[in-house]
C-alpha cells in the first residue's frame, strides 16, 4: 500500500509509522515541507504523489466554511479515502450515547461540512474524541501544574490512546466507506483522568474548582460546554478493531510506564503536535 496524509502532524504520525511497520509506503504533506514531507502548496509535487497513491489520508481541519483538501485536490483525489473528523459534530447530548446514526448538530459549521463532504465523496470518515498519547496526556499536565478538576459532576467525555486511533484508521481503509466513531470503551468525567494520573505520580490531587476560577480558556470552556458517550460498537463489528488501551487506567499505565527511568532510553518520541 501506498498512502499519502495530508497533514502530518501527532495523529496522523503515528498513523504513519504504524503504516510504514507494516510495509506500507507513506509521504506526508506539510504547511511547510519540513523533515522530508511535501509541502502543501506544491501542488505539481502533491498531485505527482495522489497519481501514485492507493490510499490517501487527511488530518487537515476545516478552514472557515470549506475544506482545503477537497478544495485544491477533490478532482485528483482517488476512490480510497479517509479523513478525521470529530465526534464534536454530534453537539452535546446531555451525557447520551451517540453513534454513528446521531444527528449532526455541531457548534462548529465548518467541521459538520467538512465531515459531510467527505462522506459524500465516499470517504471513510473517523470521528475523533479526545486524543493522547506520549507527551500529550494527564500525566504531562499534572508534571506542568496545569491539570484542572472542574465541578461539574455530570460532566462526561470520551477519548482515545494515539495508538488505538492509528490502528483504527488502518483498519478503516480494508472496511466499507462511511462514518466510524474511534473511541475507547469507558467514557468517563475528565477529573477521574486527572485524579488517576496523580496517584499514578504520587502527586497531590488539584482541588475542584469552577471554569472561572481555574481561568480556562475559551476553547478549554467550550470542551465542557458539551456532554456525550461515544459509542464504538460500528468500528468493532465493521472492522475488526478492538482498542487495546479500552480505559483511560490501561493507557495511563503504559504511557507511565514508557516515562520511567528505564524505558526512557527506548521509548519512541512523540511526533510534532498539530490540531489532532
Request: aromatic share 8%; hydrophobic share 45%.
Amino acid at each position: 500500500m501506498k498512502l499519502l496524509i495530508f497533514g502530518l502532524g501527532y495523529s496522523a504520525g503515528y498513523i504513519a509509522a504504524t503504516a510504514r511497520a507494516r510495509g506500507w509506503t507513506v509521504t506526508g504533506t506539510t504547511r511547510d515541507g519540513r523533515d522530508g514531507t511535501l509541502r502543501f502548496d506544491d501542488h505539481t509535487a502533491v498531485r505527482a504523489a495522489l497519481a501514485g497513491a492507493d490510499a490517501v489520508l487527511s488530518s487537515v481541519p476545516p478552514e472557515g466554511e470549506g475544506d482545503p483538501v477537497l478544495a485544491r485536490y477533490g478532482a485528483a483525489l482517488g476512490e480510497r479515502l479517509g479523513y478525521l473528523s470529530s465526534t464534536g459534530v454530534y453537539g452535546d447530548a446531555g451525557g447520551a450515547w451517540v453513534d454513528e446514526s446521531a444527528a449532526i448538530a455541531g457548534r462548529r459549521p465548518g467541521r459538520n461540512a467538512a465531515d459531510a463532504a467527505w462522506l459524500a465523496r465516499g470517504a471513510r470518515v473517523f470521528r475523533l474524541p479526545g486524543i493522547y498519547g506520549p507527551g500529550r496526556s494527564a500525566l504531562e499536565r499534572v508534571i506542568e501544574g496545569a491539570a484542572h478538576r472542574i465541578d461539574l459532576p455530570d460532566q462526561v467525555f470520551s477519548r482515545i490512546h494515539v495508538a488505538d486511533l492509528a490502528a483504527g484508521v488502518l483498519a478503516g481503509f480494508a472496511g466499507p466507506p462511511g462514518a466510524y466513531n474511534l473511541a475507547d470503551d469507558l467514557p468517563c468525567a475528565q477529573n477521574d483522568v486527572i485524579d488517576f494520573a496523580c496517584r499514578l505520580l504520587g502527586r497531590p490531587v488539584p482541588p475542584l474548582q469552577t471554569m472561572e476560577a481555574a481561568g480556562l480558556s475559551p476553547m478549554a470552556r467550550a470542551f465542557y460546554a458539551e456532554n456525550r458517550r461515544v459509542a464504538n460498537g460500528k468500528a468493532k463489528r465493521m472492522l475488526g478493531w478492538r482498542p487495546v488501551y479500552a480505559d483511560y487506567r490501561l493507557g495511563l499505565r503504559a504511557l507511565n510506564a514508557m516515562n520511567s527511568p528505564a524505558s526512557a532510553s527506548t521509548a519512541p518520541a512523540a511526533a510534532s503536535p498539530d490540531q489532532r
